[in-house]
């Protein structure tokens, strides 16, 4: 890869390294030049610029991601993993589905140690994430990386199974014993009961029964029998006074039962009084030190979430829970509870809706045909407006909301039976703007940000919509996301939910992109393929030339 300054007459071809402006224009960072634009930069006064050329043997930073990526999920083919696009050489690993993430960390350090361009950076071992929350990246550093290199990456990533895979959480039924002394409070052993509840919920399980007795062997062997018969699979004994020895009251009971000790004592603290067992038909049986009446985290937890999720957990596996394992002065670990909410706003996908903006006249449309609004038009056999919100529907964008206007009791019959929510603009004849102080507010409050499209834009596929949110990171500068082609920005945009309130000030028959360069600190450009999202419908000739060469194509 060649890098450095060249005179601007010769930087054709070449990737900018800052952002440059060229009047109006502006060349976002890794931006791929053209002829026009060095004109225009030229045009603007600049006479030399910062580059990078590839060469021979380089592959381009997201077509490296991808390969590496690409590798990665051929391995872990039905391993809970969903995989996003490339941007700006960066590719994301979402779980597919809440679970622990299991991890080859030898050949994760094997490829991060083949070339320093190519990184892979994972979530720890075990940790527990829900459904889209992100579990790794592949990020290449510079803007390309040496194809050998990325070769040599891709094969261990292939061999061997999976190197990253989320084990999903299974729905347990879950039996709770609590023994009993003659002095305890029963409010003690309903808070227990409540905590446990807690615990098991955050892992998708249900505390199905409880049984109490006295804290003696017979009764404790007595009462597993019960659970066992009421269909409980994982069962848990707390008991009035702590296990002390792998002869105690509990692990005898236990046996009493039919069923095996395997472990006693743990190096997790808290949890180090925890006993590992097993009953007489195989499924385990965890004696629960105290701390397991309180709800933060202990050693307990690390087990039932490996259990749950159909990890196979025996005495080796909980003595190398060491490292890492004093919890004691970690007032950052949540609580059950708490790690519900974290888990809320962990490093999921963000969560985007789609604005569809459907409510305007389009007069030049209906002024040479004297039809229906240009929304209503064929399109492949259903109407424009329902092929834009059928992209949106297959896209990860949710929800959908169409704002609506002119000719709207048409353009509602249309979508009649598509999942979207639809807001009526009394004020549509005023122009776009009132369009977005309509459909702004009725936006759920728990999303990160919003896709603006317009409704006459037919070409624009799912695919294109997903690129725009995998881009979308306000902690890394991408908080508005504007597709491009050609040098040229389009539609839609996704905008992050800071930006509403501005969106919702605008007056007139104009949009919010005039914000754009307002905050030009907080813009992502993303290169499209083809001309799609250059390409809105005005006028019948436009929509004859659109169908002409469309025939055939769907919105996904």
Known sequence: MIYGEVAIATAAGARLVHRERAG????????????????????????????????????????????????????????????????????????????????????????????????????????????????????????????????????????????????????????????????????????????????????????????????????????????????????????????????????????????????????????????????ADGAPILGLPGCARSPKLNGVDWVMQRLLAGIPVGPRDIQGMGVGGLLMEIPSRPLPRAEAERRKGAAKMPKIAALILAAGRSSRFIDKTGGPTKLLADVGGEPMIVRVVKAALASQARPVVVVVGHQQEAVRAALAGLDVTIVENPHYAEGISTSLKAGLPILPTEIDGALVQLGDMPSVPASVLDQLIAAFNPLEGRAIVVPTSGGKRGNPVLWGRPFFEEMGKVQGDVGARHLIGAYPEAVAEVAMADDCVLLDIDEPAALADFLQKNVGANAG
Do not use: W
């Open 24 to 279: 109006a224009r502006s060349f976002a960072k890794g931006h791929l030049l053209t002829d026009e634009d060095v004109a225009a930069l030229q045009a603007a006064g600049a006479t030399k610029v910062t580059v990078v050329r590839l060469e021979p043997g380089d592959v381009g930073e997201d077509a490296a991601a991808d390969i590496v990526a690409q590798a990665i999920m051929g391995a872990a083919t039905g391993e809970g993993l969903d995989r996003g696009p490339a941007f700006t050489g960066r590719v994301n690993l979402h779980a597919a589905t809440a679970g622990l993430v299991l991890l080859d960390a030898a050949r994760i350090d094997a490829i991060n140690r083949i070339d320093p361009a190519i990184t892979i950076a994972t979530l720890a071992p075990y940790a527990l994430v829900e459904a889209k929350q992100m579990v790794a990246t592949v990020k290449i550093i510079p803007y390309a990386a040496p194809e050998a290199a990325i070769k040599a990456c891709a094969e261990i990533a292939a061999t061997s199974g999976p190197l990253i895979r989320v084990a999903p959480l299974r729905h347990e039924k879950v039996g709770l014993i609590q023994t009993r002394l003659p002095d305890m409070k029963a409010s003690v052993l309903d808070k227990t009961a409540r905590i446990t509840a807690e615990r098991l919920a955050v892992l998708g399980s249900d505390l199905t029964a409880e049984k109490r007795c006295g804290h003696a062997a017979d009764e404790i062997a007595a009462a597993i029998k019960a659970l066992k018969a009421e269909g409980c699979g994982l069962l848990l004994i707390v008991g009035a006074s702590a296990i002390a020895d792998r002869r105690d009251v509990i692990p005898v009971g236990i046996e009493l039962a039919g069923g095996t000790v395997e472990h006693f004592g743990m190096p997790v603290d808290p949890g180090n009084l925890l006993l590992l067992a097993k009953g």
